[in-house]
């Protein structure tokens, strides 16, 4: 079901990352996650060493354990997690495209020995502490603030909507100092320092989201990373992130369209299936086409970003574009399941919730369509 045969344009690497990530999530994944939806739980402490062996932690980055593959290698890695649920994705970009490449781009030696090697390994898990409870889409005025006290740093403020926030050794927060928005390496267990996971999510059923609360914590001075400061710092980190998104939300879009697929071609209705009436194959060729489109506007963006030529508005456009593509598969899919289509017996209802927050996370719709609109004008709508 990809007439464009999009995947012939993979290299034979690329292709064995996909066997290889599909057959995980197919065998450790696949038949447990509507589980672990209904039941809003994660055992990301079991999987984490299980993606460690398979180089998928932190892929992209290079020594200290990491596998160092290509950008598409990636995104391809990326959609088959997807497929399985966007929390598990969601798992992957924190710990790799944000924890981990905060510390790899903007840690000193000591902090990268420290923890990149664990990390890679699922050994230790990390998380990205930048949106507040009341600062999303302006991270720029975020209230958490740095400020010296002797050698140490003194840190008080609270983050939200923290994937792994509660389950993660080592959290990357980011605070405004005198000195502009500086990136910290807290670890867990340090005193001032805790954790509150968000329930009764409709949503990233499949994954620990979490508050941040900060009371007076004391890191020392090498806490700091010292290669970031201002926004410039964890804004890069989002786009690598959001990157993963462009591919990521294929997978997704793609599970809801083989499931109304192979649902068209088994339900009867009226003495044939409903596959073989006009008004269901329309969806169905409409959701090909949708997923078509995305797919080559990710092998694209990869093959940019392998060059060393990716813009973050290229990557804004596929986030956007993607996102909302397999967000409009997966509720035509749901429309051809009928009512099985509200069950977690099929993976569409599940797809089609955890979307609504893949919509919105790394940069809201409105705030991807304002980065292409001044990429269009050049005048900023933002301020």
């Known amino acids: ?3 464009l045969r999009v995947d012939d344009q ?3 690497e690329e292709r064995m990352i996909r066997d290889t990530v599909r057959a995980f999530v197919a065998e450790r994944v696949v038949p447990r996650v509507a589980d672990w939806f209904e039941a809003g739980t994660f055992p990301v ?3 984490a060493p299980e993606l460690g062996k398979l180089g998928l932690l932190g892929m992209h980055l290079r020594g200290y354990g990491c596998a160092g593959m290509s950008a598409v290698g990636y995104g391809v890695a990326c959609r088959e997690l997807e497929a399985a649920d966007s929390g598990l994705r969601s798992f992957i970009s924190v710990q790799g495209s944000l924890s981990m490449t905060a510390i790899h ?3 000193s030696d000591g902090q990268k020995d420290e923890w990149l090697p664990k990390m890679a390994a699922g050994e230790a898990l990390g998380c990205f ?3 507040e409870p009341d600062r999303g889409s302006d991270p720029g005025t975020m209230r958490t603030r740095a400020r010296r006290d002797g050698s140490d740093w003194i840190l008080n403020g609270a983050k939200m909507w923290i994937t792994n926030g509660s389950a993660a050794d080592i959290a990357v927060v980011w605070a405004q100092t005198d000195d502009g928005i500086r990136g910290f390496l807290v670890p867990k267990g340090t005193p001032g320092f805790t954790t509150g996971d968000i329930h009764q999510k409709m949503s990233l059923r499949a994954s620990v989201t979490s508050e941040l609360v900060l009371d007076d914590v004391r890191v020392p001075s090498d806490a700091m990373l010292p290669g970031a400061k201002g926004l410039r710092g964890p804004l890069g980190c989002l786009s690598e992130a959001r990157y993963g998104i462009v591919w990521g939300a294929i997978g997704a879009g793609r599970s809801c369209y083989e499931a109304a697929v192979e649902y068209a071609k088994t339900r009867e209705q009226f003495g044939k299936p409903i596959g073989a009436f006009q008004l269901t194959q329309e969806k169905l060729a409409w959701m ?5 489109q995305a797919g080559l506007t990710a092998l694209h963006i990869g093959r940019l970003k392998d060059e060393g030529n990716v ?3 290229q990557v804004s456009f596929g986030k956007l574009a993607n996102v909302r593509a397999a967000l409009d598969v997966a509720r035509q899919a749901r429309t051809v399941l009928g009512a099985n289509g509200i069950t977690l017996e099929y993976p569409v209802i599940r797809h089609m919730n955890n979307l609504e927050s893949v919509l919105t996370y790394e ?4 705030v991807h369509l304002l980065t292409l609109g001044k990429a269009v004008t050049g005048l900023d709508a933002f301020r």
Not at 288 to 292: D, M
Not at 363 to 366: I, N, R, S, V
């Open 45 to 47: 402490r079991e999987l």
């Open 105 to 107: 781009r903007y840690g």
């Open 311 to 313: 813009t973050p508005q």
């Open 363 to 366: 940069g809201t719709q409105e």
């Open 10 to 12: 993979l290299t034979d």
């Open 1 to 3: 079901m990809d007439v």
């Open 288 to 292: 090909e086409v949708a997923l078509g």
């Open 129 to 131: 502490g930048l949106t």
